[in-house]
């Protein structure tokens, strides 16, 4: 069945460093790739997605990368502030499922 | 404007009972979705709900998951004979429409506890 592996499973790193979470997908027909964030006892909300017609895409401190030969896509933090402690999700989306990995718990450390 | 909401936020049971959880998605949204979460886990896919279509149930893990959409709009999500098993925050998720276009908004969750 369709399955998306999401690694690492934690990540911590030194505040103003930077933060790569990878993503691998298997449906070949997905086309959307959005990544969400979810602070400890709130609900997961959106924080940046980008759609297979693209290779990047590029919002202030993150950006995401998608390489569909290789079926990988990524999440990129720069300049790392403590807020952004947070378990992070990648999500696939073929017409209408969502298909979500495990999550990254990043901690940045001040 | 509201957003999605589900109640209750917390939901304490005895095995083998029955529980209901109900999902509000946002006013004019056609799609919903119910995910399961289990402690640091990730997000379960369990239904989706279209406008009228018939809902795919594929991701429901046994016979004693049900759930329905009255009216194209709220959710209702029930479980039968409740096991320990069970225990894990229930997330309902709506969008204007099914695809890429649509994003997803999540309500704040039940958090349910079987003893």
């Known amino acids: 069945g369709e399955n998306v592996e999401q690694h690492p499973s934690t990540l911590s790193v030194q505040e103003g460093d930077s933060a790569v979470i990878k993503c691998t997908y298997s449906d070949s027909a997905s086309n959307y790739f959005p990544w969400y964030k979810q602070e400890l006892g709130k609900r997961p909300q959106l924080i940046i997605d980008i759609r297979s017609n693209v290779g990047e895409k590029k919002d202030q401190r993150i950006a995401v990368t998608l390489n569909k030969t290789a079926k990988h896509f990524s999440l990129h933090i720069t300049e790392t502030q403590p807020e952004d402690s947070a378990v992070y999700f990648c999500?696939?989306?073929?017409?209408?499922?969502?298909?979500f990995g495990t999550g990254t718990r990043l901690k940045v450390l001040a | 404007g509201a957003g999605v909401s589900q109640s209750p936020s917390n939901k304490v049971t005895e095995k083998g009972k029955d529980v209901e959880l109900r999902c509000d998605p946002i006013?004019?949204?056609?799609?919903l979705y119910w995910y399961r979460q289990s402690l640091g886990q990730g997000l379960e896919f369990l239904i989706y709900?279209?406008?009228?279509?018939?809902?795919?149930k594929s991701g429901l893990p046994s016979d004693r998951f049900s759930a329905e959409r009255t009216g194209g709009s709220v959710s209702t999500l029930t479980i039968q004979r409740t096991q320990q098993e069970d225990s894990a925050v229930y997330l309902c998720?709506?969008?204007?429409?099914?695809?890429?276009?649509?994003?997803?908004?999540f309500g704040p969750g039940t958090r349910l506890t079987v003893l």
């Open positions: 999500a696939a989306l073929a017409t209408y499922k969502y298909i």
């Open positions: 006013s004019g949204h056609t799609a």
């Open positions: 998720a709506s969008s204007l429409d099914k695809g890429a276009h649509n994003e997803q908004f």
């Open positions: 709900f279209q406008g009228n279509s018939a809902p795919d």
